[in-house]
C-alpha cells in the first residue's frame, strides 16, 4: 500500500483506481480493512510527540524565582551554611517533580479529551455502509459524503451530485469548488484544479458524493501541511495570560517590599547582610504566589475533565471560565431542545377517525391506540398506511446486537418505526412488493413515489405535504377529509399525506414515469419531535440562574409554538416571532427584549438576533449543529456545537462541543464554568492574603528591631511544602449548592475585586499581627529566639490550615461546609499538617528547619489563636450576605 501514495490519482480513471487499489465499488471486507490498516498506520495527521518526562522536569527550572534560589543556593554554600543549602536543593527538585507531574498529567488530560472529538466517516465495508472513526479508514475504503462533512482523507471521486467542497484550507481560495466525478487530468494539473479528488481536512459544503479513499495520515495533500507546521508555538489562553500578569504585578510587589524590609534590617538595625540577603530572598519567594500558575492549570484541568465526564468537551480553554458569565442561551429547536426524532404520534384516516401512537424517538418501542384502546390487529386502513410509509421510504432500520440502528431521512425513518408498530418491516414488505420505479423526493415537487407490483398490477404509492397530494387525490363527496391535516398543523405537528393508487398499463420502468394523479387519500401521520427528558427543568435553571434562554428554530410557528409551550418560554402565537416579522421590525433592540420565540428564521437573522443581544449587554452562548450555524458560533461570546449530529464546521467555530447535543447538558456546563471560576478566586485568596500576612509580619519584627522571626528555611518550608500542598487541593473543591441560583458576573470583572481586596487585607492583618504579637511576647516572656520561631512557624502552620476554610466560600460560613464535601481538600490539608509534625518530631526535621516538638499546652493556645482568622472573615460575611436567602454575591 505505501507504494501507491505518489500516484496521480486525479489523472487515473475510476476504474483504474479500483485496479491499484485492489478494491471496488462495494468497498473492502473488515478484515481486508483490518490488514491495511496494520500496513499503513491510523489515518490521522502527523503529530509532534510530546515531551519527555525529563524534558517536563528541566522545564520547571525555567522561573525567575527558581534562578533566585539557585543563587541563594550558592551564596550558601560559599559561606559553608550546607544545611540550608541542601534544603534549598531539596525544594527546588520537590518543586520541579510536581510542576512537573502536573504538566504530564495536563498532557494526558489533553490527548483524552482529542478521543473525544473524533471524525466518524461512512463507509461501505463488507457491502454495507456503516459508520466508524476516521482514524480507522484506509486506502481502498469507499466512502460517502454529504453536506456538513469534513472529509477524513484524500479520496477519488466515482460518484456526485452537486458536490460542492471548501478547499481553502489547502488552497486559500474562499469560493467553493463544484466537484465532478466524471473530470480526468493532465497530470501536471495543479491540486487547486483536481475537480474528481477531495482532500482530508476539506469540508463539504452542499451535494452528496461517494469516493474512494487513495490516501490517509501523513500520506494526504493536508499531512505534508501538518509536518511543516508541527513546530508552530500554540499561544497561552487569555486567562492564562491575565493570571501570569497578575503574578508578575505581585511578584514585583512583594520584591520591592523585600528588599525595603533588607535595607531597613541592615541600615536602621545592624542585621547581618549575608542573613538579610537570604532572608529577602526567601521572603520574595515565599510571600510570591508562584504556586498559582500550577493551581491555575490544576482548577482548570479539573473543571475539563468534570465537563468532559458530563459532556461537556472543552476546545478552548477560556471558554472553561467563560461559560460561568453566561447571560443568554439562544438554542436550536431540533436536537437541542428536543430529540431529534421524529415520532409519529397521530394517525386519521379519510373518514375522521383518529389514533394514537405512543412511544417515543426512532425506536419502535410503543402501540397505536384509538380511544385510549389497542386497537386490534389487520386493521385494512392502517396497514394500508403502514405497508404505504414502508415501500415509499428510503431509510433502514434494523434490529442488531440486541439494539436499534437507523440511516436515513428522519421522515423516513418515524414512517418505518411507525410501521413497525403495526407490525410491518421494510424487508420483508419489498420482497413481498418489489419496486419497479420510483420519483424521488426533491423540495421544489413536495412529494415522492414510489411504484410496486402489488396483485399483479403496478400499484404507485405516494407520500408528501398534504396540500400537494390534494392535487393528485380524487376529490371525495361530503366533508372535506384534508380539514384533519389543518387542525394537525395548528396543533405543531409536522403532517404527511399518503397515497395510493394503479399506475397506467403504459408505464415503462426504465424512464421517468409523469406525475401521478386520480390517487385514493390512504391517511395522514402527525408527526412531532418530542422534548428531552430533562429540558424543561434545565431552561427553569436558567430562569433561576438569571440566564435567559431563547429558542431559534427554521420550523413552523406552529411547530414551535407547541415546543415553547410545553418548556413554559410562550403561551400564545403573538409571542412567536417569525423570521419575517423580524425582517420587517425596525428596531431589533426593542424586539429582542420581550421575545425569546423565534421561528422560520434564516442562518443570516440567526446571526442578527446574536449581534443585537450582545451589543444589549448579553454575554451570549449560541448553538449551532448546521454549517449555516457557523456565522452565529463564531459571532457568539460562547459557541456551543452539537457532537453527535453536529456537522464538522460548527465544531470547528465552537469554542465547547456537547457530546449528547441535550440541551442539559449546556446548563451543567455553566455550573461548572461558575465552579471553576470560584475556585481560581479561592486559590489566589489563599495564596495572596498568606503571603501577605508573612510580609505584616516581618515587616513589623524588623521594624521593631526584633530578630528576624522566621529563617529562610522555614519561609521557604511554610510556602512552598505545607501551603504549596493546599493550594492545588483547594481547586478540586465542589461547587456550593446556590451555584445555579445567583446572578451571573459581568465578563469584565476583575478577579482579584473588592471583595477579595478586603477579605485579603482582612485575613492578612489577623494573621501576621497575632503572629507578630505571640513572637514579641515569646521573647519578652523570656523565651530563647529559636523556640520563639519553632512557635510562631506552628502557628503560621496552623493559620493557613484554619484559612483553608475561610477560602472555601465566598458567603457561606465556614461551619456550614462540612469537610467530608471535599476529600480531595481534607486529605491535602492533612498531609501538609502531618508534615509538618513530622518534621518536628523526627531527626532530619528538627535539624534541617531548626524546630522541636512542643508541649500539649503551647499546642493548645496555639490553636486557640489560629481560630482568631475565622471571626473577622465571618463577620465580614454576615455583614456582606445577610438577608440574602439564595447567598448572591454582592460585587461592587
Given at each position: 500500500m505505501q507504494s501507491f501514495r505518489s500516484q496521480p490519482w486525479h489523472a487515473r480513471a475510476s476504474e483504474t483506481v479500483f485496479d491499484i487499489l485492489q478494491s471496488s465499488s462495494h468497498g473492502l471486507t473488515q478484515s481486508e480493512a483490518q490488514w491495511r490498516l496494520q500496513q499503513?498506520?491510523?489515518n490521522h495527521l502527523p503529530r509532534q510527540s510530546g515531551p519527555s518526562h525529563w524534558q517536563l522536569l528541566l522545564r520547571q527550572f525555567r522561573s525567575p524565582l527558581i534562578y533566585i534560589l539557585g543563587i541563594a543556593a550558592l551564596v550558601s554554600v560559599a559561606i559553608g551554611d550546607l544545611k540550608d543549602a541542601g534544603f534549598i536543593v531539596a525544594v527546588l527538585i520537590l518543586n520541579a517533580a510536581i510542576g512537573g507531574y502536573q504538566e504530564w498529567r495536563a498532557e494526558q488530560s489533553s490527548?483524552?479529551?482529542?478521543?473525544?472529538?473524533?471524525?466518524?466517516?461512512?463507509?461501505?465495508?463488507?457491502?454495507?455502509?456503516?459508520?466508524?472513526?476516521?482514524?480507522?479508514?484506509?486506502?481502498?475504503?469507499?466512502?460517502w459524503l454529504e453536506s456538513g462533512n469534513r472529509i477524513p482523507a484524500d479520496i477519488r471521486l466515482i460518484h456526485t451530485h452537486n458536490l460542492e467542497v471548501d478547499e481553502s484550507l489547502l488552497t486559500g481560495e474562499s469560493l467553493t469548488v463544484l466537484k465532478h466525478s466524471r473530470w480526468i487530468g493532465e497530470e501536471s494539473t495543479p491540486l487547486a484544479d483536481h475537480l474528481n479528488m477531495v482532500y482530508a481536512g476539506s469540508m463539504v459544503v452542499r451535494g452528496r458524493g461517494r469516493g474512494i479513499v487513495v490516501a490517509t495520515g501523513a500520506a494526504t495533500a493536508v499531512g505534508q501541511l501538518a509536518l511543516d507546521m508541527m513546530t508552530t508555538t500554540v499561544g497561552k489562553p487569555p486567562l492564562l495570560k491575565r493570571m501570569e500578569q497578575?503574578?508578575?504585578?505581585?511578584?514585583?510587589s512583594v520584591v520591592i517590599a523585600a528588599v525595603g524590609i533588607a535595607w531597613l534590617g541592615i541600615l536602621k538595625h545592624g542585621y547581618n547582610l549575608i542573613e538579610m540577603f537570604l532572608f529577602s530572598i526567601a521572603l520574595a519567594v515565599s510571600a510570591i504566589p508562584e504556586g498559582l500558575p500550577v493551581a491555575l492549570t490544576v482548577a482548570l484541568s479539573v473543571t475539563t475533565r468534570r465537563m468532559a465526564r458530563r459532556g461537556v468537551i472543552v476546545r478552548r480553554l477560556p471558554a472553561v471560565e467563560g461559560l460561568g458569565s453566561c447571560t443568554l442561551i439562544a438554542s436550536d429547536k431540533t436536537g437541542t431542545l428536543t430529540c431529534n426524532e421524529l415520532t409519529v404520534r397521530q394517525i386519521y384516516l379519510p373518514n375522521g377517525e383518529g389514533f394514537e401512537v405512543t412511544g417515543e424517538g426512532f425506536t419502535p418501542v410503543g402501540q397505536v391506540l384509538f380511544q385510549g384502546q389497542i386497537i386490534t390487529p389487520d386493521h385494512v386502513a392502517l396497514d394500508r398506511i403502514a405497508r404505504a410509509g414502508v415501500l415509499c421510504n428510503e431509510a433502514d432500520l434494523h434490529h442488531s446486537d440486541g439494539q436499534w440502528t437507523w440511516?436515513?431521512?428522519?421522515?423516513?425513518?418515524?414512517?418505518?418505526?411507525?410501521?413497525?408498530?403495526?407490525?410491518w418491516s421494510r424487508e420483508p414488505t419489498l420482497n413481498l412488493y418489489p419496486q419497479v420505479n420510483e420519483i424521488p423526493f426533491e423540495p421544489e415537487h413536495q412529494f415522492a413515489a414510489t411504484y410496486h407490483v402489488i396483485e399483479n398490477e403496478v400499484h404507485v404509492l405516494v407520500k408528501g405535504a398534504p396540500e400537494r397530494l390534494r392535487t393528485m387525490c380524487e376529490v371525495s363527496s361530503g366533508p372535506s377529509p384534508w380539514d384533519c391535516s389543518h387542525q394537525m398543523a395548528k396543533q405543531g405537528y409536522r403532517v404527511l399525506a399518503l397515497a395510493e393508487g394503479v399506475a397506467p398499463s403504459s408505464l415503462d420502468s426504465t424512464q421517468v414515469p409523469p406525475e401521478p394523479s386520480k390517487l385514493k387519500l390512504l391517511g395522514f401521520v402527525g408527526m412531532i419531535d418530542p422534548l428531552r427528558p430533562g429540558v424543561k427543568d434545565a431552561i427553569a435553571s436558567c430562569?433561576?440562574?438569571?440566564?435567559?434562554?431563547?429558542?431559534?428554530?427554521?420550523?413552523?410557528?406552529?411547530?414551535?409554538?407547541?415546543?415553547?409551550?410545553?418548556?413554559?418560554?410562550?403561551?400564545?402565537?403573538?409571542?412567536?416571532?417569525?423570521?419575517?416579522?423580524?425582517?420587517?421590525?425596525?428596531?431589533?433592540?426593542?424586539?429582542i427584549q420581550t421575545t425569546c420565540v423565534f421561528a422560520r428564521i434564516a442562518p443570516h437573522q440567526k446571526l442578527q438576533l446574536v449581534n443585537a443581544a450582545r451589543a444589549s449587554g448579553h454575554f451570549v452562548a449560541v448553538t449551532g449543529d448546521g454549517i449555516n450555524d457557523a456565522p452565529a458560533l463564531r459571532a457568539a461570546n460562547i459557541g456551543i456545537a452539537m457532537g453527535?449530529?453536529?456537522?464538522?464546521?460548527?465544531?470547528?467555530?465552537?469554542?465547547?462541543?456537547?457530546?449528547?447535543?441535550?440541551?442539559t447538558t449546556i446548563v451543567t456546563g455553566i455550573e461548572e464554568g461558575r465552579i471553576a471560576y470560584d475556585n481560581i478566586r479561592k486559590v489566589i485568596y489563599l495564596l495572596v492574603s498568606t503571603g501577605a500576612a508573612e510580609i505584616i509580619l516581618l515587616s513589623?519584627?524588623?521594624?521593631?528591631?526584633?530578630p528576624l522571626p522566621l529563617l529562610p528555611v522555614q519561609l521557604l518550608w511554610l510556602n512552598l511544602v505545607t501551603n504549596g500542598i493546599q493550594d492545588v487541593a483547594l481547586a478540586f473543591e465542589p461547587g456550593e449548592n446556590a451555584t445555579l441560583h445567583r446572578r451571573p458576573r459581568s465578563p469584565r470583572e476583575p478577579i482579584f475585586n473588592r471583595l477579595m481586596i478586603e477579605r485579603t487585607l482582612l485575613g492578612a492583618m489577623v494573621m501576621g499581627v497575632v503572629g507578630f504579637v505571640t513572637y514579641n511576647w515569646m521573647l519578652a516572656a523570656g523565651q530563647p529566639v529559636p523556640v520563639a520561631r519553632n512557635t510562631l512557624l506552628l502557628l503560621m502552620v496552623l493559620f493557613e490550615i484554619v484559612h483553608i476554610g475561610n477560602c472555601r466560600s465566598e458567603s457561606k460560613s465556614v461551619f456550614q461546609l462540612s469537610p467530608l464535601r471535599s476529600p480531595i481538600l481534607l486529605m491535602g490539608t492533612t498531609i501538609a499538617f502531618l508534615v509538618h509534625v513530622l518534621a518536628m518530631y523526627m531527626p532530619l526535621g528538627q535539624s534541617l528547619l531548626a524546630i522541636e516538638s512542643v508541649s500539649l499546652e503551647t499546642w493548645g493556645i496555639l490553636i486557640l489563636l489560629s481560630l482568631s482568622v475565622l471571626v473577622p472573615i465571618e463577620l465580614h460575611k454576615l455583614s456582606r450576605f445577610q438577608g440574602s436567602k439564595d447567598r448572591k454575591r454582592a460585587f461592587h
Open positions: 499503513v498506520g491510523a490527548r483524552a479529551l482529542q478521543q473525544l472529538l473524533k471524525i466518524r466517516a461512512a463507509v461501505m465495508r463488507d457491502g454495507e455502509v456503516c459508520e466508524i472513526d476516521a482514524d480507522d479508514v484506509v486506502p481502498g475504503d469507499v466512502v497578575f503574578s508578575q504585578v505581585v511578584a514585583l440511516r436515513g431521512d428522519p421522515t423516513d425513518i418515524a414512517l418505518l418505526t411507525m410501521a413497525h408498530k403495526l407490525g430562569h433561576a440562574a438569571g440566564i435567559a434562554v431563547w429558542m431559534i428554530t427554521g420550523d413552523h410557528p406552529a411547530t414551535a409554538l407547541a415546543i415553547a409551550q410545553d418548556l413554559n418560554l410562550a403561551t400564545t402565537a403573538s409571542q412567536v416571532v417569525t423570521g419575517q416579522a423580524l425582517a420587517n421590525h425596525s428596531d431589533m433592540q426593542q424586539l453527535k449530529a453536529g456537522t464538522d464546521v460548527a465544531r470547528e467555530a465552537a469554542e465547547l462541543v456537547i457530546s449528547n447535543d441535550n440541551f513589623l519584627a524588623v521594624a521593631t528591631g526584633l
